[in-house]
């Protein structure tokens, strides 16, 4: 599923300019695109599978794998269920929990690493998924910054998935026989939005079941969302100085599967996703419901979505999900 960069791309490319300061401190403005309309079509029903979410929360291990696409390095943090008792920090190489996980693959922002994010992502692991997120050679912090290599990370993530579900086969690995491939979302911040929303328009991977955008827009990659019925989960900050939050809604309004989409009032690029906090918190258990929905198939989760969307006054939630 390789896909570099050609002179056919960068027309398109050049408009991904407006991303360069992506990272969570920066203060520039997206340019806007006008969305690629996708072809009109009814609103399919979404193959959620029925299932039960676990109920308790997971102690949560991490490790990490040396992946290489080509020469693209992508050195991948994997945060996990594991044994023991819940609560304090992940542990390094813990022993995993007893069943089958679903997979979240997080792509991080321009300038930034995975474990900016790893307040979020442990949450996810303590939930009952396994999360993947690699380290993209050109945007992550400490490499040169090119922005047009977004339009390369789709297919970065997919080879990462491809290695992540290879481990539940492999003899002796900790994630031997614990990770389900037919369960699998895709999630990811500003750039990393991008690189999710790809994922299910031009460089469509069809293992995935389920998005999460946070900040993100359809620069690029367009908006011509294909393949099967997948929910998607926006999440915006009305104030964002980055990606304007009429950029990511523009995007939002053009998926043409059940979705949602979370607004912060008061949000900004994204600074509340890197520390903990009351908005945080309203971020993370969402999402934690939206996933154990789309996933596990909890219809108990999906009635809680709403609640947990609007608890405060932090956010606003559009529901068609």
């Known amino acids: 599923m390789s896909r570099r960069v050609t002179p056919a791309l960068l027309a398109s490319a050049v408009l991904l300019a407006g991303l360069v300061g992506c990272s969570a401190d920066a203060r520039k403005t997206e340019s806007q695109q006008a969305p690629v309309e996708p072809p009109p079509a009814a609103t399919p029903t979404p193959q959620v599978p029925a299932g039960k979410a676990p109920q308790r929360a997971f102690a949560v291990g991490v490790r990490q794998l040396k992946l290489n696409r080509d020469g693209r390095a ?12 819940s609560g304090g920090a992940a542990k390094r190489s813990a ?8 997979v979240v693959m ?4 321009l300038g930034g690493r995975p474990d900016d994010y790893a307040t979020l992502l442990t949450r996810w692991a303590a939930a009952g998924f396994v999360v993947a997120a690699p380290v993209f050679p050109h945007t992550s912090r400490g490499a040169d910054n090119n922005v047009l290599d977004v339009l390369n990370q789709p297919a970065d993530v997919s080879y990462a998935l491809d290695q992540v579900l ?4 492999k003899a002796g690995d900790a994630l031997g026989g614990r990770l389900d491939g037919e369960r699998v979302a895709a999630a990811g911040h500003s ?3 991008v690189t999710t929303i790809g994922l299910f328009t031009a460089s469509r991977d069809e293992r995935l079941d389920a998005g999460v955008v946070f900040a993100g827009t359809a620069l690029g990659v367009g908006t011509a969302f294909a393949g099967a019925a997948a929910p998607q989960l926006f999440v915006h900050g009305e ?4 990606v304007e939050y009429a950029a990511g809604k523009a995007a939002y309004d053009k998926v043409p599967w059940p979705k949602a989409m979370l607004s912060l009032p008061k949000g900004d690029h994204g600074r509340a996703l890197l520390s903990d906090g009351a908005t945080l918190r309203v971020v993370s258990d969402t999402s934690v419901e939206f996933l154990r929905w789309s996933l596990y198939g909890d219809p108990d989760a999906k009635k809680r979505i709403s609640t ?7 956010a606003t939630f559009d529901d068609h999900l």
């Open 166 to 169: 290879a481990l539940d086969g």
């Open 191 to 193: 750039a990393g939005g």
């Open 239 to 242: 104030l964002d100085e980055v």
């Open 95 to 102: 022993t995993a929990a007893e069943g089958r996980f679903p």
């Open 74 to 85: 992508l050195p991948t943090t994997l945060w996990y269920p594991a044994a023991g008792q």
């Open 106 to 109: 997080f792509s991080h922002g």
């Open 308 to 314: 947990d969307a609007t608890r405060g006054d932090i």
